[in-house]
Structure formats: structure tokens, C-alpha cells
């Protein structure tokens, strides 16, 4: 049980125990605390110095040494007391034992909070009879509706035929209450309500129910039932359809209803039912009793008696004479009579065509859709028993919580899962009982139910027994002291608990009795027990739930608390025991204690290297031997080469993701950028990061990045193109400064001789000079030679 299985996860470790928690005095008490709980009636059991050490878990008291027959541990049981195969067939010689349910009765023995279970099969026979009651409103909105059913019995029999080989058909008619305000009831009208209505001048008076063709198979009376027929003329819109209803559905043997049918009531009307409490319109105060009122005439004989029907009581009736209803009414009432369906079970609503036209094809829509579900019920449950449902229908797949398969075919057998709980004990040997059936069908599984709230070993009780030193009754291993004793054995009289008597229980002078956590009996200190857990010692001064834990466990899963100390298991080292000295945990994938990248300490890697983490501080992306570590992954991983090359170490060592890119990006800062040289004097590159989830990833170029070897003409032409270059320029630079040389002296002489023209033509001491052949020879060739310079 649920108990059980949650201690049982804790290894080791004492969790809630609620058959302790109980304080059970008795054996009947134990039992009722939990499912779980047992009692131990053994006479020679558990210590001398606890109390209420009887009730535990099953499994305790057997480590405390109860044998298996003396434990009183009942549990809820289902027998199966009448189960007979389902039927094929619905009609032929054997109709009278049709089955449609299996099983047909079961005893279930229930022991509270102890959840059983049983299986119920239900299957729709083929051609199963069919008894169809037509219940017509005739008020005068529906006069072109009769003239179309005129002939609706010979037709709609030969279509139901067609489903079935046995079918009986049946009609009645309703109106509503003849009183007022429901009805015309001056005196000119009690003939005729439709005197002085121009339209329509002649008409019957009005009525509440009318049963006018008990069910049989010879459909031609039918149809001279209602070539009789009439219509009336009411007052208000709503019509008294739902008297007529109930009174079609509880009077069943003016109706015709035969037990081995399927019972098929349609009721056609063109306007809204008059409901519970209207009648208070007219004065009628006395709630509908749901029982059948027909007279002599076959006419309803309570119309003017009671009020309207409520839908509850309107769908307790049709469930209990198993009959579907069939709503057939015009389009403007569909959502109304649609919400109807929802509080009534095994109804269903279709639209009628304002004349009736469609009214056979109605019908055997609404008997395929019905024939096509299964819906179970429950009748009569008690109020301290909680039932659930799992249907499993033709897919095969279980739907819990639900009573009912659509979508079947005629012939299909589906399956329910019932769970039944009890949830507390009646009065001894009380017995009750529930029904559970398919909506609309007579076949029901009735279940029969026992409480098993007492124990066996009651039976053995004994007056005066010598176990309770013959002063007190002896019953399932504990001794009930008569009046004025007390004691494990009523070896105490209430008298001797003096404080000369109490002082043996205290641990010293000062000190609470037994701790507070016991009872001074006859000297000696009875411990209580705790739902924590035992509670022990001279004085109750020990306990087993006391000690250090380590995340809300006791002595952290992996030793046992002993007054107060975990005493570990080995391995385990600490005050609370969570400390392992075994360092498997901490070895990495390379063989190493924590990657060398730090300590191992109580089962669990303590990384010292900066940047380093992980179990075993496997991730580093910021250490020194990161690339080198992982460069050993992408060569075995990518190139199936490297110290890894083998396959087997490689992929046992090497479970980072790695991506391949053409072109590695380096601008991520969470990402270390490696590189090496390869075999081949080529250069591969890879990053490497760690993400959130823990994952390194490595992101390495498909292939290494390799130097192409130079062309030697593209070199000598370069050689004598940069040189040419290098030449151009300097000739280019030397032309520069020569030509800013010469332009400066040009300057200058024109600057001198400008001073000398000036100097000769305002001075009045200056005398033209004497030329001879020599001096302008010389200043000719002066001349000549500068001119030649400049140019």
C-alpha cells in the first residue's frame, strides 16, 4: 500500500508511520487507522517496556518477530457469485434469457481505505425487440403533423424491421392540464375550445394524457387509432408533455412495456414542456408522487391534482422501467430539449419538419444513435462507499474516469474498470447493497457488500485469564485490566503509583518521569511509541530518530541513529554519515583523481585549478592544457588519427559535441580559440566553450588551413616589377629636385639684374661704360652659360 511502498523508497531511513501515529488501543482500532496497519495478537511480543507496540506496518511487525497467524491484517476481496456468458442474439427461442451484462452479481468484502476492484462487460445484442410508445401532442399547432402520421404505423414498421425481427408499437396522446390558467375552461368552450377561432372552429376538449393503443405487432391498429384522432386547443404556449411522459413510463402494464425489450418512448411536440412548480399557476400545490394515475378511460386521472413532474423525477422513472426517450421536436426547440438530454440520462433529441415528414427516418436515427452507446449507471449506492470508472472501449485504450464508449456497432462488447473504496465501518454486521446497469436496458449487475472491520482473534477472548493475572479479559494478545488495576499484566494496583514508587523512573533527582517520553508502571518505565520512530531505554532517555541528517535524512541514508548517534555504515565517515571515502566517483574518463585538477573529498571532486569544474573538474576551458587535451578529441574524432585513434578509447574518452564549420568564428568571449600544427605542417583550428547545460561543445574547421607552395615566374616578375618601381621613383624624386634647384636661381638672377636696371637709371653718378671687345665677350659668354643652365 501506499505507506509500504513510500518507506520502502527510504532505504535505511525511518519515515512517518501512521499505524503508530494512531495511539490504537485495541485490534479494531489498528485496522481502521490505514489499509496498511496490522495487528499482532501473538502473546509473546514486542518489549516488556513499550506501550501500543501492536499496530505497525506488516513488514515491522514480522522484523519484530510476530509470526504471519497471529497478525490481523484482513484485506478487501471481490467474489464472483453469478457470472453467465453475454448473448449473441437478441430474439428467437431463447429472448427470455437474453444477457447483456457480465457478471450479473458479485459479494465484495471491503476493509476501509482497502481499494478493490472488479471488471463489468456489457454487450448490445443483435435483432434485440423493440417496443416503440408514440406519444403525440395534440394541441392544434399540430393538426398537419396528424394528418401526416395518419399512415406512419405500417411504414415505420417495415423500416424498423429492418433492425429487428420483433417490434410492437404503441400510441398515446397529451394536451395539457384542463384547468385554468393552462386551458379554456368557460362554459362555452368545455365542448369546444376552438368555439368562435375562425381558423380552425371545431376541436376536442382539452386533456392531460390520453393512452390510446397499448404496444402490439399488429401495426394496422395504429393506424386506425389515429385516423380517430383529434386535435384540442390549449391556452398557453407550453404544453403538460411531461405527465404524459411519466405516466408512459410507470403504468406498464396499461402500456404494454415487455421486460425482455428494448423500450423506446418518442415524444413529438412543437412547443416548450410545462415544468415542476407551474402547476402553482393553478393552485396546485401537491408535488407529483411518480406514480401511475390512469382510469377506466385510460386517461390520466391526476392531471388536476398535482403539478408538473420534475426533470429529476421524470429521469429517476425512465432509468428505473429502462427507457430511452426520444426528443422529437421542430427546430426552434432543439437547444432547449439539447439541455434537457444533459439532466436526464438515455435521451436524445432530433429535429422534426414542421409537417412530421421526416418523423421514420427520425426515429431510426435516434435508435441507431442510441444503439450505438453504452452508459452505466449506479443505483442505490451507499453514501460511505466512492466507486470509479475506467472504460475501455473498441480502440482498447483505457479512458479512466469514464462510464460510457460511443461509436459501437450492434455486437460489440466493451469493458469498465470498477474501483470501489470503502471509506469508514458501519454498525457491526451491517450489509448493503448497490445495482450498476447500462441506461435503458434490464440486464444489471447488483453487487452485495460486507465490511471487514472486526478482528478474528476477538473470538478467542478470555474472562479472568490467568495472562492478566485472572483480574482482567485477555483479547488478541493485550490484557483489558478490570477496574482499580493497571499493567501490562494488571499486576499493578492503582494505589502503589506513590511518589516513593515514581522516583525509580526518574534518571536523577529533579528530572521529568521516564524523560516525558513514558509512563511509570509498576516501577519501571513504559516507553511510548512515536510515529517517528522507537523510543527506548532505563528511562525512555533513547531514541532512533533523534540524530544529525544531511538534506532531511537520518544519518544521511547510510547509517542507522542509535541514542542519539549515527553509526555509519562502512564507508561512510561524519556525525551524519554523508561522507563516502570512496573516491570511483572522482575518477575522470583520463584515469585520473578529479583530472589532476584538484582534490577528491567525500566522494566529490573539490577542483583547485582557477576556471576548472565538473564531477570530476573534467571541464577547464580557461586551463593551461585545455586545447592539448582536446586537440587529442578532434584528431580521433575528425581525422581518426592522434594518441586516441583507437576507436573504443576514443569514443569513451571523447563525448564533447563537435561542430564542423567551413569558417571559424572567433568572437564569442565565453570561447578559448586553440590551434596546433599538424603532421603536415598545416595549421587546425578549433574553439572551444562550455554551455549551460553542462555540454562542452567544440566548433572546429572541417579541415586544416594549409600554405600553397609559390609560383617562381609570379616571384620573378614581382622581383623586376619592384624594382622598376623603385626605380621610377627615385628618378621621379631627383627630376623633383632639380626642377625646384634651377627655378630657385632663376629667382635670383632675376632678382640681381632687375637691382642693376634700377641702380643705372637713377644714379647721377653713373657713366655709361667704355665696351671693349673683351669684356662684352666675356659678359656674352656669362650670359650663354647662364641661359644654357636654366633651359
Sequence with gaps: MLVDRKCSLLKGVNC??????????????????????????????????????????RQNLQKRGCEAHHMESPRSSTKVVKSEPLSSKGSGPTQYDVIQIMPQKISLSLRPGDQTSFKVQVRQVEDYPVDLYYLMDLSLSMKDDLDTIRNLGTKLADEMRKLTSNFRLGFGSFVDKNMSPFSYTARKYQDNPCNGY????????????????????????????????MVSRNRDAPEGGFDAILQAAV????????????????????????????GKLGGLVQPHDGECHMNEKNEYSGSTNMDYPSLALLGEKLAANNIYLIFAVTKRLYVIYKNFTALIPGTTVEILDQDSKNIIQLIVNAYNSIRSKVELTVWDQPEDLS???????????????LRKCADLKIGDTVSFDVSIDARGCPAPGTQQSFTIKPVGFKDRLEVSVDYRCACGCTDQTQANSTHCSSIGQYTCGICHCDPGYLGARCECQEGEAGSMYLSACRQAEGMQICGGRGECSCNQCLCYESEFGKIYGTFCECDDFSCARH??????????????????????????????????????????????RGSCACGRCQCTEPGAFGDTCEKCPTCPDACGTKR?????????????????????????????????????????????KTENECVMKFTYSEHANGMSVLTALKEPECGAAPDAMTVLLAVVGSILLVGIVLLAIWKLVI?????????????????????????????????????????????????????
Excluded at 252 to 278: C, M, N, Q, S, Y
Excluded at 566 to 576: L, Q, R, S
Excluded at 757 to 785: C, G, H, W
Aim: charged share 25%; glycine share 6%.
Design 632 to 676: 587529442e578529441c578532434i584528431e580521433c574524432r575528425l581525422f581518426s588519427s592522434g594518441r586516441l585513434s583507437d576507436n573504443q578509447t576514443c569514443q569513451r574518452l571523447c563525448k564533447d559535441e563537435i561542430i564542423t564549420v567551413e569558417t571559424l568564428k572567433t568572437d564569442d568571449p565565453n570561447a578559448v580559440l586553440c590551434l596546433y
Design 251 to 278: 403504468c406498464k402494464e396499461r402500456i404494454g412495456w415487455r421486460k425482455e425489450a428494448f423500450h423506446l418512448l418518442v415524444f413529438a411536440t412543437d412547443d416548450v414542456p410545462h415544468l415542476a412548480l407551474d
Design 739 to 791: 626642377t625646384v634647384h634651377d627655378r630657385r636661381e632663376f629667382a635670383r638672377f632675376q632678382s640681381a639684374r632687375s637691382r642693376a636696371r634700377y641702380e643705372m637709371a637713377s644714379n647721377p653718378l653713373y657713366k655709361q661704360p667704355i665696351s671693349n671687345d673683351y669684356v662684352e665677350t666675356d659678359f656674352s659668354m656669362y650670359s650663354k652659360s647662364y641661359n644654357g643652365a636654366a633651359h
Design 551 to 596: 538534506k532531511g535524512i537520518l544519518c544521511s541514508g547510510h547509517g542507522e541513529c542509535h541514542c542519539g548517534e549515527c553509526k555509519c555504515h562502512a564507508g561512510y565517515i561524519g556525525d551524519n554519515c554523508n561522507c563516502s571515502t570512496d573516491t570511483s566517483s572522482c575518477v575522470s574518463d583520463d584515469g585520473q583523481i578529479c583530472s589532476g
Design 198 to 229: 375562425k381558423l380552425f372552429p371545431s376541436c376536442v376538449p382539452s386533456f392531460g394524457f390520453r393512452h390510446l393503443l397499448s404496444l402490439t405487432d399488429k401495426v394496422d391498429r395504429f393506424n386506425e387509432e389515429v385516423q380517430k384522432q
Design 16 to 57: 512517518l508511520n501512521v499505524c503508530m501515529s494512531g495511539s490504537a488501543l485495541s485490534c479494531e482500532e489498528c485496522l481502521i487507522i490505514h489499509p496498511s496497519c496490522a495487528w499482532c495478537a501473538q502473546e509473546k511480543f514486542g518489549s516488556a517496556r513499550t506501550l501500543m507496540s501492536r499496530c505497525d506496518l
Design 387 to 401: 466507486l470509479s470508472f475506467t472504460a475501455t472501449c473498441q480502440d482498447g485504450q483505457p479512458l479512466p474516469g
